[in-house]
């Protein structure tokens, strides 16, 4: 089993509409969570982080976290061709046989289709 | 506000030599990790520098070394180089080392070995 899993995708997405993607962790223990965006052939953009349970929105992203069922999401509203991107979870937990070591998912491929 | 910043950008290596990446922290942060990014793959965390010493590894060979200087920068050597360490070589910085939160990426190195 993974320890960050993600629908690869792609998940198509008209403009306009609302994105959902998903991720689930194996680690009880993970305490921060993190969304990633890449653009192909960039590296990796920080676009939200989450440490309590509940929703977190920042303009038109809405980051969602539940512990108890190991689940963070990621809402992507009015979605804009610029969206287009592959999304990247990553989990870590913030202790001394960790320290912040980051570990991902694969990634979901968004597509946003005008 | 300087980001993180990562050199060269590119990068061409025959198998069996050896490679030196390097990066500049983001102003005010005092901590580097060091993730390798295969092509459709989620970042892979290398190792994480504070203090000038490695604090915390993942599952990479020894041929995989690096060093933190007295002003936070950090290198990452390659010793050996095989087909697959052919990859997207990526610094993140992080401030407040003792807890390390949010991790920003440089642009990353893009090595080929052939």
């Known amino acids: 089993q993974k320890e960050v899993e993600q629908n690869s995708g792609p998940l198509s997405v008209p403009e306009g509409a609302i994105a959902s993607l998903n991720c689930t962790y194996s680690?009880?223990?993970?305490?921060?969570f993190f969304w990633y965006r890449q653009y192909s052939g960039k590296s990796p953009e920080l676009i939200m982080f989450?440490?309590?349970?509940g929703d977190k929105e920042d303009g038109r992203f809405t980051a969602q976290l539940n512990k108890a069922s190991q689940y963070v999401s990621l809402l992507i509203r009015d979605s804009q061709p610029s969206d287009s991107a592959t999304y990247l979870c990553a989990v870590t937990r913030m202790t001394t046989d960790s320290w912040g070591k980051l570990q991902f998912g694969a990634g979901t491929q968004v597509v946003v289709t005008p | 506000d300087a980001g993180v910043t990562q050199s060269p950008t590119h990068l061409i290596k025959t198998r069996g030599q050896q490679v030196t990446l390097r990066c500049s922290p983001k102003?005010?942060?005092?901590?580097v990790s060091w993730y390798q990014q295969a092509l459709g793959q989620g970042p892979q965390f290398i190792f994480q520098y504070y203090e000038e010493e490695e604090r915390q590894r993942g599952n990479f060979p020894d041929r995989f070394s690096g060093h933190q200087f007295p002003n936070y920068s950090s290198e990452l050597n390659v010793n050996a180089l095989l087909l697959g360490d052919s990859a997207l070589y990526l610094c993140a910085s992080s401030g407040t080392g003792g807890m390390t939160y949010e991790q920003y990426f440089g642009p990353g190195t893009r090595l080929t070995v052939t």
């Open positions: 102003s005010g942060h005092d901590t």
């Open positions: 680690d009880r223990g993970s305490q921060s």
């Open positions: 989450i440490y309590s349970n």
